[in-house]
């Protein structure tokens, strides 16, 4: 899983499609916690992330959403700068 970016212990990823399934979303990694986050409603849909962690990846997605979306429906992965 390629990595995106990695702010304040908190690494992004997103899986390759056709691996990985619709909604587009990216992965969270937190320590030992995880969290799904949906591209569309920038909202956690599956994991344990902390809820600061949470609220840092959600800030974070408030920016980076689109060139995110794009990523996805290209299957090309850049880096994006940190929070």
């Known amino acids: 899983m390629p990595e995106i970016s ?3 212990g908190i690494v992004i990823k ?3 499609k056709p691996k990985e399934h619709e909604p587009s979303h990216i992965h969270a990694l937190y ?3 995880v969290g799904v986050f949906d591209l ?3 909202k956690m849909t599956d994991g ?3 809820a600061k962690a949470q609220e840092l990846v959600e800030e974070w997605l408030e920016k980076y959403w689109q060139e995110l ?3 996805w429906d290209s299957q090309i992965i850049e ?3 940190p929070l």
């Open 40 to 42: 569309l409603s920038r």
């Open 31 to 33: 320590g030992e916690h």
């Open 69 to 71: 979306q794009k990523m």
């Open 14 to 16: 997103m899986f390759f």
């Open 48 to 50: 344990d992330l902390p």
């Open 6 to 8: 990695r702010f304040y």
């Open 79 to 81: 880096k994006l700068p």
